[in-house]
């Protein structure tokens, strides 16, 4: 494989690269730290038992650094129509035209609105000037839906998206092995058409922690293919995405009409540690 054209697959992807940060990581900085490149983009949960203002504050500070901010919307925590519109507009309000849908990791909706879909259905989002809208990809599944449930949703997201107009991206859920996605890329192709796909990796963090979130997340399987021959001392040493990335540029450089499109990191280990991996790596590409 020629070995220019892979470096220049992972600069693409480093480039393009996005970031996950909570809005408590967000709001303890007056100012972006230097640490952060400004080119980022970065997606903003709005977790459990919090509210949707802390998100759409965060989302105003990072758009006041200069930064591209990316809302979580999770359908399952949405109390009714009228609050999606409250959140809707709260988000374009503050020069946002994108968010993630996603269903959320909430037991029990918080009103009638029991996913995706159903945000979708509801015909709310196409009132808004919200020009795209990412949604999930599960590369190692889903602990609840089975893969044609999951496949029969995204072909419906996809259709919805051609017919309202509004661009649709996929980021998925981090996995350990790029063979995992690389996999689950060529299996969804027909279904994903021209739809770009986000690949989610884990940011640096100390393996035996990632192993926490691996199960937590459900994406037990590639983690325990990961550390089936690793001994007790290693599983006390970071975890680095580097092969992860290589692997993953060395597929782009062999299948160029792939949907693989870029990377997100979740950064379990801090925002800081996988905001410098992402700099150090960007500064590779550039030497």
């Avoid at 989610?200 to 035996?208: D, E």
Wanted: hydrophobic fraction near 40%.
């Amino acid at each position: 494989m020629n070995e220019s054209a892979t470096d220049f697959k992972i600069s693409g992807l480093i480039e393009t690269a996005s970031i996950e940060a909570t809005p408590t990581q967000i709001a303890k900085f007056t100012t972006r730290p230097q640490w952060l490149n400004p080119a980022t983009k970065v997606y903003v949960p709005f977790l459990p038992n919090s509210n949707f203002e802390h998100t759409i504050q965060a989302c105003k500070t990072l758009s006041s650094w200069g930064m591209e901010a990316v809302p979580h919307l999770p359908a399952r925590a949405i109390p009714s129509i009228t609050v999606l519109h409250q959140w809707c507009e709260a988000i374009v309000t503050n020069n946002i035209n994108q968010l993630l849908l996603i269903a959320g990791d909430i037991k029990s909706p918080a009103g009638s609105i029991t996913d995706t879909l159903a945000v979708l259905d509801s015909g709310v989002l196409e009132q808004y000037p919200i020009t795209s809208i990412g949604v999930a990809g599960h590369p190692e599944g889903h602990p609840i839906a089975n893969q044609q449930t999951l496949q029969r949703a995204l072909a419906k997201k996809i259709d919805y998206t051609q017919k309202s107009g509004i661009k649709l991206w996929v980021v998925t859920q981090f996995s350990f092995e790029a063979q995992t996605v690389i996999n689950w890329l060529n299996e969804y192709r027909p279904i994903l058409a021209n739809t770009p796909v986000i690949a989610g990796i884990a940011g640096p963090t100390k393996l035996k922690n990632l192993l926490v979130y691996a199960n937590q997340c459900g994406v037990m399987a590639s983690a325990q293919m990961l550390t089936k021959h690793m001994s007790a001392m290693r599983l006390l040493r970071p975890w680095l995405p580097d092969t992860l990335l290589t692997e993953l540029g060395q597929f782009k450089a062999s299948q160029p009409h792939t949907n693989l499109a870029g990377i997100h990191l979740f950064p379990f280990g801090g925002l800081q540690q996988s905001a410098n991996w992402l700099t150090d790596h960007t500064n590779q590409s550039n030497g």
